[in-house]
């Protein structure tokens, strides 16, 4: 039997039901785990059964928010609990065996939460080059509707090209040429075909 | 009273060939793909820096305006990476590990200055400018002070 | 009335193999209650995620830990290739195979040597020991390095075994068997041993699946329950049966864990005689997605270890989580010491096998 894994998402008040439920069904907790973003902490709790993992994720926790503990459920929660207290500074309430903060020794206060200042560089730097590549999009989208929209003058167009390719060799003019009534053709069939 | 369960291990341990080596008066032949430390064939150097990128540690230190290769053996893990990056195959592991020291240094690497290769159109260069490459030379850089 | 006295364990003791520290809650020599307390090795490497891209930082999850160091790299390894959707060839799968059968091998080894050196058994521990370099001599001859491999790559293996290599390897398990059985023997039938072991740190089936166990700690007390069954790279073509025990004491847990030597060296031979040609690695250059999550289990020697990961579009992921299996074991542990005599505390803590450097990262 394969593996399966599966993401869900899960409201903090939820979250006592869901693993009693867990606890009466036979699963286990696998773990607990913090990711910083910008917003608050996002955490994680997964179960596990036979062959499936199933994550809820509680999106933007933040450090006055209340978490219940689920230790009354599975005793194995008490590390990540103070874990993720300590390394993020949220407080999640309950716990059955509550090291109070003394369960690293650190040199500073939740250190998870902090963004070093290359870091901070090297994402607003990717925030950046996502967002132009964004307006590049957008700019060519409505650029390739533009010229989609405009009627299309060929004659004018032929005689530009015939300007250009004058200094060009022969054989390049003549395979121009060519080119040129090929798409004059084809430009054609579609102007029949859309008027149909 | 039961028998003693490792008496043929003891026994034999009498008899056989000790496991361990006498070392440092005998050392133990390397095997050949041994990740010991890392060595440049200075030569083929072109300073373009991808084994810098790719180095986890930060351990290599590329200079293009000096012409120096350098590498903190002592922030090395031999993990092979610059090896595998780099385009002109110059970097190689060799299977001894470095000797232990009492004072951490950098080595670096001078870079020969190579001969510009002559483009198609223009007339070659004379026989007379051509220079003979200087032996690479490995000096102990002083290791910067960490912050 | 008795009294009740605090005495600190740890986390420098002689007999304790890992900084860990306890307090242990005596009344007349009988341990009542343990609070334990780690945090002594923290070095705080899920942040390096951030400033190393996905192909260095597998240097970093080898060194979370020495003795599991292979399992790591080839944790991290499968869940990037979830996570980038990439299908590694299969002679690689073969090849992780089979290093991670021979670490397997060594970490056993090595804590039946801990255990016998726990009880004051010191030639069985070197006899151990010696036994184990074997092991550690093949690595150095196939990946370059005795314990920290730097083998893994994203996408399959840097190095690959060629088939003299792999009869060389055949060669050194055969005559490792015969010693080991002897070894064996001194573990399982000897009257000494027996009496440290049997009947202490007693752990019933309710409590260990309660618990949130997992590894042989859990298939001592008869829960059936090993990762490799769900077949994950080439552990689906290779035959396989959990060992499993029902005593739920330490002579348990040493018996499963001599008994998977043997079998690790069984599934040795048979990835060795069934492992196809082919490449050891296909290129990853592509980042992951923005969002895409992906998480992954492995059976390390000590157990289940569970790995998450995270990308944000660049080269960095955004996340890297590793639970490691001794983390979901130190419950039990607090549990099974309750009651136990105070002489048996460093037995007990051993017999999870604790790695808390891979606990607490």
């Given amino acids: 039997m394969a593996l399966i894994t599966e993401f869900h998402p899960l409201e903090a008040d939820k979250l006592l039901e869901l693993s009693a439920q867990r606890c009466k069904d036979g699963w286990r907790l696998v773990q607990i785990l913090g990711t910083n973003t910008e917003n608050g902490v996002d955490l994680t709790y997964s179960f596990m059964k036979d062959n499936v993992i199933e994550n809820f994720c509680i999106p933007s926790v933040k450090p006055e928010d209340p978490i219940p503990s689920v230790t009354g459920d599975f005793l194995v929660a008490f590390v990540f609990e103070n874990e993720i207290n300590e390394l993020f500074g949220l407080s999640i309430q309950n716990i059955a065996i509550d090291f109070g903060g003394k369960l690293y020794r650190k040199s500073m206060d939740k250190p998870f939460t902090i963004i070093s200042p290359e870091q901070k560089a090297a994402r607003e730097k990717a925030a950046k080059a996502k967002a132009a590549a964004e307006a590049a999009a957008k700019a060519a989208a409505a650029k390739k509707a533009a010229a989609a929209s405009a009627p299309k003058d060929p004659e004018a167009e032929r005689a530009a090209l015939e300007e250009k390719i004058k200094n060009m060799p022969p054989e390049a003019a003549a395979k121009v040429r060519a080119a040129m009534e090929a798409k004059a053709k084809r430009e054609a069939a579609e102007a029949g075909k859309a008027g149909e | 009273m039961g ?145 | 009335m008795s009294n009740a006295t605090v005495i600190p364990f740890g986390p420098q003791h002689p007999v304790l193999p890992e900084p860990l520290h306890l307090d242990l809650v005596v009344q007349d020599e009988t341990v009542v209650e343990a609070i334990p307390q780690i945090g002594y090795v923290h070095r705080g490497l899920e942040r390096l995620v951030e400033t190393r891209d996905y192909h260095q930082f597998i240097y970093v999850a080898e060194r979370i830990c020495g003795i599991c160091a292979f399992g790591h790299s080839y944790g991290y390894a499968e869940t990037i290739e979830k996570l980038l959707k990439v299908e590694v060839p299969e002679r690689a799968q073969y090849l992780r195979v089979i290093w991670h059968e021979l670490s397997r091998i060594h970490s056993h080894i090595l804590w039946m040597g801990l255990a016998a050196d726990a009880f004051g058994f010191e030639s069985l521990f070197m006899h151990c020991w010696r036994l184990r370099e074997r092991v550690l001599d093949i690595f150095e001859r196939t990946t370059g390095g005795r314990v920290i491999l730097s083998v893994c790559r994203v996408g399959g293996v840097a190095r690959d075994i060629e088939a003299s290599e792999l009869a060389h390897i055949k060669d050194v398990l055969d005559g490792i068997k015969d010693e080991y059985n002897q070894l064996c023997k001194a573990f399982l039938e000897d009257t000494s041993v027996k009496n440290r072991l049997v009947g202490i740190g007693y752990i019933s089936k309710e409590d260990a699946h309660a618990m949130g166990m997992v590894g042989p700690f859990l298939r001592a007390s008869g829960v059936n329950y090993d990762c490799r069954i769900l077949g994950n790279g080439a552990y689906g073509k290779l035959d396989y049966e959990p060992i499993i025990s029902n005593d739920g004491d330490c002579y348990a847990r040493v018996k499963v864990r001599a008994l998977e030597v043997v079998q690790s060296i069984e599934m040795i031979e048979q990835a060795i005689a069934t492992i196809p040609d082919g490449d050891v690695i296909v290129p990853v250059k592509h980042n992951p997605e923005d969002g895409a999550e992906a998480c992954n289990v492995l059976e390390q020697p000590r157990g289940e270890c569970f790995y998450y990961a995270k990308g944000n579009g660049t080269k960095n992921l955004e996340r890297m989580r590793m639970r490691t299996p001794t983390a979901a074991n130190v419950a039990g542990m607090t549990v099974a010491l309750k009651g136990c005599d105070l002489a048996d505390v460093n037995m007990i803590v051993l017999t999870i096998d604790p790695c808390i450097s891979c606990m607490e990262r």
């Fill in chain 2, 3 to 147: 028998s003693f369960k490792l008496g043929k291990m003891t026994l034999g341990g009498l008899f056989k060939k000790p496991e361990t080596t006498l070392y440092p008066i005998e050392k133990k032949t390397p095997p050949p793909g041994l990740k010991g430390h890392v060595v440049n064939h200075i030569d083929d150097c072109i300073l373009c820096g991808i084994c810098m990128r790719r180095c986890p540690t930060g351990a290599l230190t590329v200079d293009r305006a000096e012409d120096i290769w350098s590498i903190d053996r002592f922030h090395c893990i031999q993990c092979y990476s610059c090896v595998r990056e780099c385009p002109r195959h110059c970097l190689s592991m060799e299977p001894e590990y470095h000797f232990p020291s009492e004072k951490k240094f950098v080595s670096a690497y001078r870079v020969p200055p190579r001969k510009k290769p002559t483009p198609a159109t223009k007339p070659a260069a004379p026989a007379a400018e051509k220079k003979e490459d200087p032996k690479p030379e490995e000096f102990q850089a002083e290791k910067p002070s960490e912050a």
